[in-house]
């Protein structure tokens, strides 16, 4: 279900690309009347074609929030990438949708639901409308979903009974629930919703799965738990009920890097989300009545707003994650209000501040539960969220100055950039298998604030710390904004081209903790680590190779598969095949197979092998086809994959290859 999102009903930039007879074709009459015809797909097309916000409202209301990603889906006009195309959005809209919605929980799913200390829930009671979102803490495994096969969520702990869902006597069979599962170490999130089927007389509840998807990872903030609390330890102490914000519920709004957002609709169920920035990027307005936030670019599905267009009643939940644990839970009627349509002075100031808002989301406070010691846990902030924007006027903190350029393959060039000025020493530091945050300037244009984008960091942590240097490696991608103007770049331009450096982030490889985002120590790093990569989906690959050849911890055994079409399309075959002395010296076990699958394959293995034949390389092999379990079983150390508590995998490509990749892993 859904493929492109309904991004180009909010995209200012899509008329555009319309090509110029369907403009002149459409109108306002025609979009109206394929709303009365019942035909939701062409009164879609006609409006984006119009860019008329008045008119999308009249059809987005005309369709079911959970389905709208399917009408657009279904349109299957070749127009349809003109009309939602937005610096990336439909490529990414059309890779995530057919896998986002699931009727059960996924099994790649279900491992991440238990281990979590707390578990976010939001109520929505079909009959009034009602809405509170609220979190039930308690020690890890509370919240199951492996028993019932991922078709319910049964949580064995209790709501705190201060909790203004639990006063509102939503704790019951028939109220509708959208749920959050996360990691907030790995930042790893996945989205349910669905209907409590069954309460106990403990107050523990489960709730029978309509809906299951993942959700992208943007804006969230690292975090680890200090204290592990007890499931109700401090429900004594008595909750405040309040019509609108005082001073210390301000202090906890106005502090927090996140809150979850609950909404929902009596024909469509209930949703909840989180929302993240930096501290303050919520606002509390006009004496406490008024909760005020930017709506920065996510993954384009706009769940949560497409429910407060058919149903405003929503709620919010804040919880002082670091500190005393404080809960504020606020419900109320939710709007929407675009760049351009705002007048409020108070908000006027919020657009000036966040010029990366796309909108400001504003909730009219109806209700509010203050709640002492909420949370059980004592949290850890560990490190803010690289993608929350920087604050207006604070300018670049350091610029990432282009050194040179060198080309890998037909379509993938690396870069080399040095940060100016030159940090202090140990003041930035780049772990292994991270990707860097840069901003690009040149390429703002008209918008309030420039585009932004991740890369790998292909050179090794030493580099950077000796010479303040790193190295990113970029395929052009058609129409792709970033890499065609890096590919484009002269050497003359290189010298002026302007890029901001905004930070170092993630942790995908087998030197780092996922838990923790530190290094790992010797004696906790898996014996065998494998890669199975396509394209320039091999990037993490060789950050992995540059960091193992540097310092340890190390595997005793590394294998990187890399697919690749044809040969023009292999980068960086010299640093796979240079590896295997480096690491042969370090008594690691060292083998890359590069996997043709062009039409030409068998051919061009034939040419591969020969020239790595005339070097003596013996680390690499050359295969004709694609990534199977055979293939797998063939090639993996055998005690590899007998042991599966000594092997870690990381798989990087298209969407497709790496479902492909997965279920050859699970079947070898």
Same mark, same amino acid.
């Given at each position: 279900?859904?493929?492109?999102?309904?991004?180009?009903?909010?995209?200012?930039?899509?008329?555009?690309?319309?090509?110029?007879? !369907?403009?002149? @074709?459409?109108?306002?009459?025609?979009? #109206?009347? &394929? /709303?009365?015809?019942?035909?939701?797909?062409?009164?879609?097309?006609?409006a984006l074609a119009l860019n008329d916000y008045g008119l999308l409202r009249k059809v987005y209301e005309?369709?079911?929030?959970?389905?709208?990603? !399917?009408?657009? @889906?279904?349109?299957?006009?070749?127009? #349809?990438? &003109? /009309?939602l195309w937005k610096q990336g959005t439909v490529h990414t809209s059309d890779e995530m949708g057919p896998r986002i919605y699931h009727k059960v929980i996924p099994e790649s799913y279900r491992d991440m639901v238990g281990p979590q200390p707390h578990f976010m829930v939001s109520f929505f009671d079909p009959n009034s409308n009602a809405s509170w979102s609220s979190l039930v803490f308690a020690h890890p495994g509370f919240a199951d979903c492996e028993t019932s096969d991922g078709t319910q969520i049964d949580v064995d702990a209790a709501l705190d009974p201060r909790d203004a869902a639990a006063v509102?006597?939503?704790?019951?069979?028939?109220?509708?629930?959208?749920?959050?599962?996360?990691?907030?170490?790995?930042?790893?999130?996945?989205?349910f919703n669905g209907v409590i089927n069954h309460v106990d007389q403990h107050g523990h509840f489960s709730i029978r799965i309509t809906q299951a998807f993942g959700n992208c990872p943007k804006y969230i903030t690292r975090r680890r738990v200090q204290r592990m609390g007890q499931n109700l330890e401090f429900v004594t102490e008595p909750a405040i009920e309040a019509s609108k914000i005082g001073a210390l519920e301000q202090s906890v709004i106005t502090s927090a890097d996140n809150m979850y957002f609950g909404t929902g609709t009596a024909e469509h169920g209930a949703d909840m989300n989180i929302r993240g920035g930096s501290p303050g990027f919520v606002r509390v307005l006009h004496g406490g009545s008024t909760?005020?936030?930017?709506?920065?670019?996510?993954?384009?599905?706009?769940?949560s707003l497409g429910n407060v267009q058919l149903q405003k009643n929503a709620s919010l939940v804040f919880v002082d994650w670091d500190g005393t644990g404080h809960g504020v839970q606020v419900a109320g009627s939710v709007r929407t209000i675009e760049r351009s349509e705002v007048t409020d002075a108070d908000m006027l100031k919020v657009l000036e501040e966040e010029p990366q808002a796309l909108r400001l989301v504003v909730l009219a406070v109806q209700g509010l539960r203050s709640i002492p010691r909420y949370s059980p846990h004592v949290y850890e902030k560990v490190e803010l969220s690289p993608y929350n924007p920087r604050p207006q006027g604070s300018g670049p903190e350091y610029l990432a100055v282009l050194q040179w350029v060198r080309q890998e393959s037909q379509d993938v060039r690396t870069f080399e950039l040095q940060l100016a000025p030159l940090p202090k020493a140990g003041s930035i530091v780049l772990k292994p298998g991270q990707h860097v945050r840069l901003a690009l300037p040149d390429l703002q244009g008209k918008e309030a604030s420039p585009p932004e984008r991740t890369w790998t960091v292909t050179s090794s942590p030493q580099w950077f710390a000796d010479h303040a240097r790193f190295q990113i490696s970029v395929k052009l991608k058609h129409g792709g904004l970033a890499s065609t103007w890096l590919h484009q770049l002269s050497r003359e331009e290189m010298k002026s081209a302007n890029i901001h450096f905004l930070g170092f982030s993630g942790e995908f490889g087998p030197q780092l903790d996922p838990s923790s985002g530190e290094l790992r120590s010797q004696v906790s790093m898996p014996r065998h680590s494998v890669f199975l990569t396509a394209g320039i989906g091999s990037t993490p690959a060789l950050a992995a190779l540059s960091a193992l050849v540097e310092s340890a911890p190390r595997p005793e055994t590394l294998t990187i598969f890399s697919s690749v079409r044809a040969i023009s399309e292999l980068a960086f075959f010299e640093r796979l095949a240079e590896a295997g002395t480096s690491l042969a010296q370090l008594s690691v076990t060292y083998r890359a197979v590069i996997l043709l699958t062009g039409t030409d394959a068998a051919k061009e293995k034939q040419k591969l092998e020969m020239m790595l034949k005339q070097n003596s390389i013996s680390s690499v092999l050359v295969e004709a086809?694609?990534?199977?379990?055979?293939?797998l079983t063939d090639l993996m150390p055998a005690e590899a994959m007998q042991v599966s508590e000594n092997i870690e995998a990381f798989v990087c490509g298209p969407a497709g290859f790496e479902s492909a990749a997965r279920d050859a892993w699970t079947a070898a």
């Open positions: 279900m859904g493929t492109a999102g309904i991004s180009g009903i909010y995209g200012s930039e899509t008329s555009r690309f319309v090509p110029q007879m !369907l403009t002149k @074709a459409v109108s306002a009459p025609a979009v #109206l009347k &394929a /709303l009365d015809d019942g035909d939701i797909a062409r009164a879609m097309i006609l005309k369709v079911p929030v959970h389905s709208i990603q !399917l009408v657009v @889906a279904s349109i299957g006009s070749p127009l #349809l990438p &003109a /009309l509102a006597g939503m704790m019951k069979p028939g109220i509708m629930v959208g749920a959050v599962a996360i990691d907030f170490m790995t930042r790893r999130r996945n989205r909760i005020c936030w930017p709506d920065y670019t996510g993954n384009g599905f706009y769940m086809g694609r990534l199977s379990t055979k293939l």
